[in-house]
């Protein structure tokens, strides 16, 4: 099942990351090793991105 845009910030904040800024086209967010994290998805993400939200956290 997919993640939702609510579902993939808790797990970046579980993680810890967190929320640094509204950019332009996106919510930019912060993984814990500094990469950034960009969403701004209403509903259920692509497969892709939350693949590399995972993978950016360190869970994959």
């Known amino acids: 099942m997919p993640l ?3 579902e993939a910030e808790q797990l970046i904040r579980m993680h810890g990351g967190y929320f640094d800024h509204h950019g ?3 919510d930019v967010w912060v993984a814990p090793n500094g990469s950034m ?3 701004r998805h209403a509903g259920d993400l ?3 991105l939350e693949n590399n939200i995972y993978k ?3 869970l994959k």
């Open 24 to 26: 332009r086209g996106h």
């Open 56 to 58: 950016k956290l360190g």
């Open 4 to 6: 939702t845009k609510r």
């Open 46 to 48: 692509k497969k892709r």
């Open 37 to 39: 994290i960009l969403l």
